[in-house]
């Protein structure tokens, strides 16, 4: 069945389909040894599909691979980076670094720190990031001054970025200290960062932003031990089970096992 080559390299656990897009760009793919285009229709069954001149099919698909990692200050969350700068996947053991396709399912800034995941599951990654699922995320944020309680009403109710306002969020504050303040915020959408640009227009910049949660997948839990930075875990079945389950209510997409 013809479905978009980005979705296939996606199902084959190649790439994600963001990933997939820029190497069709990039003219590393070749279907039945003619250059690829974007949006192009391939059958998996007949087709001849090639990247960096090398044949793949389904048969070569490693088993799906779910990671919650504790991304550190000054790592990036892509696969590569131009200017050098260490990677997540850097972080990874060489077995789970090379051939696997393991990607993160979307981003943290360099400069922030906490959960994030990481999978060869392009269909779960292409669900995760999607804005219609609305996988809520938490953060433990440090800002510069004390925010009144207006302000923060403000910020729950949604600010205009770029001419267009935000998804009402969850903000409270935890504490006062002699830097600033320490508020947990629980967003369910995921501009560009979008924390520090808010606190940066409400007046009260970020000096520190730490994601502590992807939905209910945390880095501590009661019966686990915290996941230190730079360290990273499996996902159990049931975690896998939960994501599949919250993007299955909008947009299901097909159960192809959990990790082996």
């Known amino acids: 069945m013809e479905a978009r080559l980005q979705?296939?390299?996606?199902?084959?656990?190649?790439?994600?389909?963001?990933?997939?897009e820029e190497m069709i760009k990039q003219s590393r793919v070749r279907i039945n040894g003619v250059l690829a285009n974007l949006g192009q229709k391939v059958d998996p069954e007949k087709d001849a599909i090639a990247i960096d001149g090398k044949l793949i099919s389904a048969k070569q698909r490693p088993a799906l691979i779910y990671l919650l990692l504790h991304k550190p200050v000054g790592v990036v969350s892509t696969c590569d980076d131009p200017h050098q700068r260490p990677t997540?996947?850097?972080?990874?053991p060489k077995e789970l670094r090379e051939g696997l396709g393991i990607?993160?399912?979307?981003?943290?800034?360099?400069?922030?720190t906490g959960a994030l995941i990481l999978t060869n599951d392009g269909d779960l990654t292409f669900g995760l990031t999607h804005p219609r699922?609305?996988?809520?995320?938490?953060?433990?944020?440090?800002?510069?001054g004390h925010p009144p309680e207006a302000v923060l009403r403000m910020w729950r109710q949604g600010v205009v970025l770029e001419g267009r306002k935000t998804r009402p969020a969850k903000v409270h504050?935890?504490?006062?200290?002699?830097?600033?303040?320490?508020?947990?915020?629980?967003?369910?959408e995921g501009r560009n960062r979008q924390i520090r640009r808010i606190a940066q227009q409400l007046g009260y910049p970020v000096i520190q932003l730490h994601r502590s949660a992807i939905s209910s997948i945390q880095l501590q839990t009661p019966k686990e031990p915290f996941l230190a930075e730079g360290k990273y875990r499996f996902l159990k079945d049931s975690e896998i089970h939960f994501l599949q389950e919250m993007i299955n209510e909008n947009s299901p997409i097909p159960n192809r096992g959990l990790r082996i």
Do not use: M
Not at 7 to 20: F, P
Not at 103 to 112: C, E, N, Q, T
Not at 133 to 142: D, E, F, P
């Open 88 to 92: 997540v996947l850097d972080l990874l």
């Open 173 to 188: 504050l935890i504490e006062r200290c002699a830097e600033g303040s320490f508020l947990e915020i629980v967003l369910q």
């Open 133 to 144: 699922h609305s996988i809520s995320k938490t953060y433990r944020v440090l800002v510069k």
């Open 7 to 20: 979705k296939i390299l996606a199902q084959w656990g190649i790439a994600s389909r963001r990933e997939a």
């Open 103 to 112: 990607h993160p399912v979307g981003r943290l800034d360099a400069d922030s």
